[in-house]
């Protein structure tokens, strides 16, 4: 039993620290890297927008793309590779560490990738089509409408992604999503700037970042009080009717026609201590 928690304990080790090293080293990689050396990010995005929408995009010499006709530029800052970070925990956490410590990490790098190409597609395809409209429905300038569309697209779909978790619960997974997304886009960089000395994070991009999905915690949790709140008051009202109806000598005689239907079948009548059938129900004897 001793050997087994010793090989449990070793494997999460094991797990933690590949984690970690892999973790700091793709933040840095996609730190320093151009668009040039992101083409495996770029390029299959470019290629998935164009089968979803009407854009049509030409590599430029930088690696960049670019769509004349609607003037959007696939940068860098397109590739996504911060969610790419958040999807690769995500999946990481999904994935059971019984799995050989390689091909967790494999499979976790594969599901993230293609999690990633499909959350920024949707992404550009928002701000393409509806970034307008959403601008002038919250009187917000176009770099914001982008940075909320941005946001909302990517945190809600690594909330998605970690609804396949079947131990937790929806709100859980959005706890889950929000501090991976929060460690990921706030906390790295903060730690980064304490130790190279130097902020580079926009206060502006902060507020955005950490108001949005608290903001969206805030209501998921009123709506899941709120869904306990409907079914308790679904059981009062059943239980209210059961006992409403009360048959005394002065109303005894009353059409029960005249009680709501539910009330009719429930219908509250004494029964000695100790004889008669036992109740089944709240307020029901059958």
């Not at 920024?120 to 089509?129: D, E, G, T």
Request: glycine fraction near 8%.
């Amino acid at each position: 039993m001793f050997n087994g928690q010793l090989k449990i304990s070793n494997r999460a080790a094991v797990n933690g620290g590949l984690t970690a090293l892999m973790v700091i080293g793709i933040k840095h990689y996609y730190s320093v890297a151009n668009a040039d050396e992101l083409q495996w990010l770029l390029y299959p995005l470019v290629l998935l927008l164009e089968l979803l929408s009407p854009l049509s995009f030409e590599p430029l010499a930088n690696g960049e793309w670019l769509d004349r006709e609607h003037h959007i530029r696939i940068v860098k800052a397109c590739a996504g590779g911060n969610f790419f970070i958040i999807s690769l925990l995500g999946y990481l956490w999904l994935l059971p560490d019984r799995l050989h410590p390689l091909g967790r990490i494999v499979s976790a790098l594969m599901a993230a990738w293609l999690t990633t190409l499909c959350a920024n597609s949707l992404r550009i395809v928002f701000s393409v089509y509806a970034g307008d409209a959403l601008s002038d429905a919250l009187s917000l300038s176009a770099e914001d409408s982008h940075r909320l569309i941005g946001i909302l697209s990517y945190f809600l779909s690594i909330c998605l992604q970690l609804s396949l978790d079947r131990h937790c619960d929806w709100y859980a997974s959005m706890v889950i999503a929000a501090l991976l997304y929060l460690t990921v886009t706030l906390l790295m960089p903060l730690l980064r700037g304490w130790v190279d000395g130097r902020n580079t994070l926009n206060l502006a991009y902060a507020v955005w970042v950490f108001a949005i999905p608290a903001g969206l915690l805030a209501l998921a949790y009123g709506v899941k009080n709120g869904g306990l709140a409907v079914r308790a008051a679904g059981l009062f009202r059943k239980h209210f009717l059961s006992v409403s109806v009360i048959v005394t000598p002065e109303n005894s005689g009353a059409r029960l026609m005249d009680a709501p239907e539910s009330a009719s079948k429930h219908v509250k009548t004494r029964r000695p201590a100790g004889k008669g059938p036992k109740p089944t129900g709240i307020g029901c004897y059958h």
